[in-house]
C-alpha cells in the first residue's frame, strides 16, 4: 500500500477590510531664521574738484615742444553759451518739399503698345 500525501486544503487568508497605509513622515524644511533686512548704505555724494594743475610745469613743456598755452576765460564762455541761447532761431533755408502722391489701389490693367 502506497500512502500519497494529502495536502490539506489552504484556506485563503484573510484580507483586510481595508488596506492601511502608514503616512510616511513628511521631512518639513528646516526653519533658517530670515536675516534682518538689510538696507543700503546711504551713498555719500561728493562733489570732484578739479585739482589745479602746474601751470608753471605745463608752460616749460609746452614752450620746450614750440606750442602756446590757449586757455578760456570762463567768465566770457559763460556770456557766449548765454547769447546762442537767447538768439532766435534761424529761419529755415531750402525750399519745402512737395506733398508725396498718394497711390492708387485699383487693380493694374494690361496696355499693349506697338512698336
Same mark, same amino acid.
Given at each position: 500500500? %502506497? #500512502?500519497t500525501p494529502v495536502e490539506a486544503p489552504v484556506k485563503p487568508a484573510e484580507q483586510a477590510a481595508a488596506p492601511v497605509e502608514a503616512e510616511a513622515p513628511v +521631512?518639513? !524644511? %528646516?526653519k533658517t531664521p530670515e536675516p534682518a533686512a538689510v538696507r543700503p548704505a546711504a551713498a555719500i555724494v561728493v562733489p570732484a574738484q578739479a585739482a589745479a594743475p602746474a601751470t608753471g610745469a605745463l608752460h $616749460?613743456? *609746452? $614752450? +620746450?615742444a614750440g *606750442? #602756446?598755452?590757449v586757455e578760456t576765460d570762463p567768465e566770457r564762455h559763460a556770456q557766449t553759451q548765454m547769447r546762442i541761447a537767447a538768439a532766435a532761431t534761424p529761419a529755415r533755408l531750402g525750399r519745402e518739399?512737395? !506733398?508725396v502722391a498718394s497711390v492708387s489701389n485699383e487693380p493694374l490693367v494690361q496696355v499693349e503698345t506697338r512698336h
Open positions: 500500500m %502506497e #500512502t +521631512a518639513q !524644511p %528646516e $616749460d613743456v *609746452l $614752450d +620746450a *606750442l #602756446t598755452w518739399r512737395k !506733398p
